[in-house]
């Protein structure tokens, strides 16, 4: 059958026509330059503006609060929309921070957001100072479990650390900037740390009810991603816990220890129940977004090595994809706790904990340990992957290209470490923010840390 060629109609207008196929051509180059053209600088500032929004335009309209999701179908199977995230809000306000100093917002539409937020906090359910670890926008607090309906303590110090950051940046301001750092540091010091010692015991528990008392008996043991809470009660004006708490509790009396080389990289701490395997990336990012990790040092580790070796692990377990799933390579790594294509799963560096799903948040959250390690892969999820994986508020959570499963879906406490370590890795706002604290430099060294940032 021959082809129909489609020619202009007698009298169309020739001129038209190539005026209309060179805005054509234009518009395709104007495309291909703003997404593929970007500088390094010019990605990162559109994946941290991109991202940012969800804890600005995505925020909870009463409280300013993060939401703990957001799904971009309209579904929410388990959760209603309206759920308030205490740790991701946490990440929320130091994005925020972000977003002010990169002008994506100005400092006083900031200052107004930390006002309502503040607001809430004051009058927002607590349990011995801690905060559950969800809530509504009437500040109540909503159950994350049956007999997890109180007070969450390792929540409380996420979002401690971003409102120690806010303080920090509005301390020395005008009288109504000092005002609000005042008022941040009574919440701080509100926090009873010291009281989720549960009696005098030397560990600290991660949940307490005033309905079910100690029914969740969770201590927090090292090592994971609760490094920040030991820095926190250890810093705490108020009540502070002794050192003997962290290197008994926390350390397990040295059980935290190991030496172990995957791939030729040096870890020294371990989990108390994963043992001597690597875990999930979120470990490296959720203590350090104000935790400085340069130089930082105790008795049981270098955590800017341990945390760029477990980031190197896991891009090495990627390239090597033992379970051959499809996609995985030097530009598409980063396995950490998201959604996931049976719900909500720990992805990690070995082939239990593996399901064949990325997690954007894992590389893009190690930019400061693996800059251009990290940039490759921002770079093919944003120019390769494309639309699969990008929308309103930065890349999605998760996604598997095994079963070409793209779920538009959001997590607030995955995508508040993207804004945040991108920064960084760039300026170390965060970390000078929350670095400049007197409380943390003293709490620190008393539990036997060094860093240059502390002297």
Excluded at 173 to 190: F, M, S, T, V, Y
Excluded at 235 to 241: D, K, L, N, V
Excluded at 319 to 341: F, H, M, R
Excluded at 364 to 377: A, F, G, L, Q, R
Aim: aromatic letters at 14%.
């Amino acid at each position: 059958m021959p082809i129909k060629r489609v020619f202009p109609k007698p009298g169309f207008p020739i001129l038209l026509l190539l005026h209309t196929v060179f805005i054509a051509l234009n518009s395709l180059t104007l495309q291909a330059q703003t997404t593929k053209k970007l500088t390094d600088n010019k990605l990162l500032d559109t994946v941290q503006q991109r991202t940012f929004q969800y804890f600005w335009k995505g925020a909870d309209s009463v409280s300013g609060m993060a939401h703990e999701r957001i799904h971009m179908d309209g579904v929410y199977p388990d959760h209603d929309q309206t759920t308030i995230a205490t740790g991701a809000s946490g990440f929320g306000v130091m994005a925020i921070l972000v977003g002010m100093e990169r002008h994506f917002i100005t400092k006083k539409q900031g200052t107004e957001r930390f006002e309502k937020i503040v607001g809430f906090l004051e009058k927002a359910e607590r349990y011995h100072g801690a905060y559950s670890h969800w809530m509504l926008p009437d500040g109540k607090s909503k159950a994350f479990g049956k007999t997890d309906n109180g007070g969450d303590l390792v929540e409380t110090s996420f979002l401690m650390q971003g409102l120690l950051c806010v303080r920090q940046y509005y301390a020395n301001g005008n009288p109504e900037e000092k005002q609000l750092a005042a008022r941040i540091d009574k919440i701080w010091k509100g926090v009873d740390y010291n009281w989720y010692r549960q009696g005098d015991k030397n560990v600290l528990y991660w949940h307490w009810s005033p309905q079910y008392n100690w029914i969740e008996n969770f201590p927090v043991q090292g090592y994971n991603e609760c490094l920040i809470l030991y820095v926190l009660a250890a810093s705490s004006p108020t009540h502070t816990i002794p050192a003997v708490v962290y290197h008994e509790g926390w350390a397990r009396s040295g059980g935290i220890e190991t030496n172990i080389k995957p791939y030729g990289y040096l870890i020294t701490l371990k989990h108390n129940v994963v043992g001597e395997t690597v875990g999930p990336l979120f470990w490296a990012h959720y203590s350090y977004l104000g935790l400085n990790p340069k130089g930082l040092k105790d008795q049981y580790a270098d955590y800017w090595s341990n945390n760029r070796n477990t980031t190197l692990i896991n891009r090495a377990y990627c390239i090597q994809d033992p379970k051959k799933y499809t996609g995985y390579g030097e530009n598409c790594w980063g396995l950490t706790a998201s959604y996931s294509v049976n719900g909500y799963a720990a992805h990690a560096p070995n082939v239990k904990d593996d399901l064949g799903v990325i997690s954007p948040t894992a590389a893009i959250s190690s930019y400061p340990y693996t800059p251009k390690e990290s940039m490759k892969v921002i770079r093919h999820l944003y120019e390769g992957l494309g639309d699969k994986v990008w929308g309103e508020y930065g890349f999605y959570d998760a996604f598997s290209e095994t079963a070409n499963w793209y779920p538009k879906k959001y997590l607030g406490i995955d995508q508040g470490p993207e804004v945040v370590m991108i920064e960084n890795g760039r300026s170390g706002l965060l970390w000078k923010l929350f670095m400049s604290c007197p409380e943390v430099k003293s709490g620190l060294k008393k539990l036997g840390f060094s860093s240059p940032n502390i002297n």
